[in-house]
């Protein structure tokens, strides 16, 4: 997987229970996966566990976390002094050399499930070149049964370095959003369940909505094993279309808020729809 920020090197190392950074000074310019971890691809859209195709993405799963437990996985971070990176100076992005290293800061991590945390060591999240760090992810409690699924992460860096040209030091800042974006974290139901099994659950469907009545807003949660768009409407009792709207469905579980203050009283029909099938529930708005 071609990366626009090179030889930034992350470390992962999963200890369950485990809540400090264990700094390894030995850690070298490549990525460590923890014990455990597996790949996959995404085809498609969709997971696969077949045998790996050329031309698709391989992405790292953190080892499983369980519902009904406690999970932790410490990622260990070792900041080179120098790199190289793309960039835009004006004229067109364009690779750099030798560009020395000022700070990286985790800027975000996107798609961490509800019920989970991250945190770093030290606590600004952010380091110069040449320091050591951690990055934590945990469970702020044990898992909900509700959250088995797949969770695409990405975590989004911000660097500042600087470019020495014709004797000029040039300021460089930008956030890397496709270094580590492609670590997953699954969340199985129990030991005895498999990555298979995961998906199956997921499949595309209602888990519910509520409140249910409500009047102001409500919450629709539905499964998906794909990451696609995703079409919503709702009907009145007539059959008319009075709201639309889309998303960008994740793997496993997914949330969408709706504010139905301006919705008069009666039973509305909900339609989730992938292009491919449609799923519907009812709603009523008091």
Do not use: H
């Not at 190392?13 to 923890?34: A, V």
């Amino acid at each position: 997987m071609i990366k626009q920020l090179f030889y930034l090197t992350f470390f992962l190392i999963s200890f369950i229970g485990f809540s400090q950074c264990d700094i390894n000074i030995d850690q070298g310019p490549m990525i460590d996966d923890p014990d455990g971890s597996y790949n996959l691809q995404i085809i498609d859209g969709n997971i696969s566990l077949a045998p790996f195709a050329a031309g698709y993405d391989t992405l790292t799963a953190f080892p499983n976390a369980m519902t009904g437990e406690l999970y932790e996985t410490i990622v260990g971070i070792r900041i080179p002094v120098d790199t190289s990176l793309v960039y835009d100076l004006g004229s067109g992005p364009q690779l750099f050399e030798n560009v020395a290293i000022n700070t990286i800061a985790i800027n975000d991590v996107v798609g961490i499930p509800m019920g989970f945390s991250w945190e770093c060591v030290p606590e600004n999240c952010t380091w110069t070149g040449g320091q050591y760090g951690c990055i934590r992810f945990f469970s702020d409690s044990p898992i909900d049964p509700m959250l088995t699924g797949i969770y695409p992460l990405n975590v989004l860096l911000d660097v500042d370095a600087t470019y020495e040209a014709f004797g000029l030091a040039i300021p460089v800042t930008l956030t890397v959003e496709d270094l580590l974006d492609y670590y997953v974290l699954v969340i199985e139901e129990s030991q005895g369940s498999s990555i298979g099994e995961v998906i199956s659950v997921n499949d595309f469907g209602f888990i519910g909505t509520f409140p249910n009545p409500t009047k102001d807003n409500f919450i629709i949660q539905y499964n998906n094993n794909g990451i696609e768009k995703i079409d919503v409407k709702i009907y009145d009792i007539l059959g008319n279309v009075v709201l639309i709207n889309r998303y960008v469905s994740t793997m496993g579980y997914n949330e969408i808020l709706f504010d139905s203050s301006k919705l008069v009283s009666g039973i509305y029909t909900l339609s989730l729809s992938n292009n491919i099938e449609s799923i519907m529930d009812r709603i009523i708005i008091e």
